[in-house]
């Protein structure tokens, strides 16, 4: 459960709940009751939290699921961030990989890129990952180290580890990608 997660990621880093919700931007109370469940926090607070401990969203929202060998994540039960230096709405679609009992070894999303804007306000580089992007729906640009790739519904774009890459969405409608994060092999 998230809350019990945060609680042991507090704890290990021995800080107070009032250590927490001061670096958090809430009060004790309510990190309190995030942590017995009582509550389910915004992904705002969600992010100052993961800030507060020195985590990602991700990583913080990873460990609320576990399984020994299948994982089912339905629809309605994906882990979606609107995260707040990107332009985009992100579904995490497989487990977490970057949890070291969970490593998959790729990591997958669903993307929505609202018309006329960057998915993000700086350029993106995976150093230690490939990645992927392949247009569900709509009209992307993908700026690839000052190439301009246009991609259409159904094309996708591989970009190799350490490359420096920005997408913006050039069409009149919302564009639906899935990008793929995966472990370089060299």
């Known amino acids: 459960m998230l809350g019990e997660q945060i609680k042991a990621l507090r704890t290990e880093r021995n800080m107070t709940a ?23 926090p915004s992904n705002t607070v969600l992010q ?19 399984s020994e ?15 707040p230096t990107y332009n985009v709405m992100v579904e995490i679609l ?15 999303i669903r993307c929505t890129l609202p018309a006329g804007t960057w998915g993000s306000s700086e350029e993106l ?9 392949y247009v569900l729906a709509g009209n992307v640009e993908c700026h690839v ?19 420096c890459y920005r997408v913006y969405n050039c069409g009149e409608e919302p564009a639906e990608l899935l990008g793929v994060l995966s472990k370089d092999r060299g």
Do not use: W
């Open 94 to 108: 497989t487990p977490y990989r970057r949890k070291p009992d969970r490593d998959t070894g790729v990591e997958m």
């Open 69 to 83: 060998k299948v994982e089912l994540i339905y629809k309605n039960e994906r882990t979606k961030i609107q995260h």
């Open 48 to 66: 100052h939290i993961a800030t507060a401990l020195d985590i990602s969203l991700e990583e913080l929202l990873a460990g609320e699921k576990t």
């Open 125 to 133: 580089q995976h150093e230690k990952e490939n990645a992927f992007c």
């Open 145 to 163: 180290e000052g190439t301009v790739y246009t991609l259409k519904e159904g094309d996708n774009l591989f970009v190799s580890a350490g490359t």
């Open 18 to 40: 009032k250590d927490l919700a001061a670096r958090s931007y809430v009060t004790p109370g309510y990190i309190s009751q995030i942590e017995r469940e009582y509550i389910r």
